[in-house]
């Protein structure tokens, strides 16, 4: 069985954190300011929920982010917040 991206690990706060902060930012940067790869180098692929147990993102999200318009990479961030909110409550 494949673990499932843990809501109470420390990475999984963490990126929680940077999630909210990408996203608040998205208001106040300009619409072309570079947004960070949510990537932490824990390549795991959940079989139970079809994240990334490290980032949290879908296959598709992994492989279409250096493609991806900033507004979409916005919008995948958004999607990373409400998956670890939803795990860890």
Do not use: N, Y
């Amino acid at each position: 069985m494949t673990p499932k991206p843990s809501g109470q690990s420390a990475s999984a706060l963490s990126l929680l954190e940077l999630a909210q902060r990408v996203t608040l930012d998205a208001v106040q940067a300009s619409p072309s300011a570079r947004v960070p790869s949510p990537c932490i180098s824990v390549c795991h692929m959940s079989s139970d929920t079809g994240w990334c147990a490290g980032c949290w993102r879908s296959l598709d999200e992994i492989g279409s982010w250096g493609q991806s318009s900033v507004e979409t990479q916005r919008v995948v961030w958004t999607r990373i917040a409400q998956r670890i909110t939803a795990h860890i409550s």
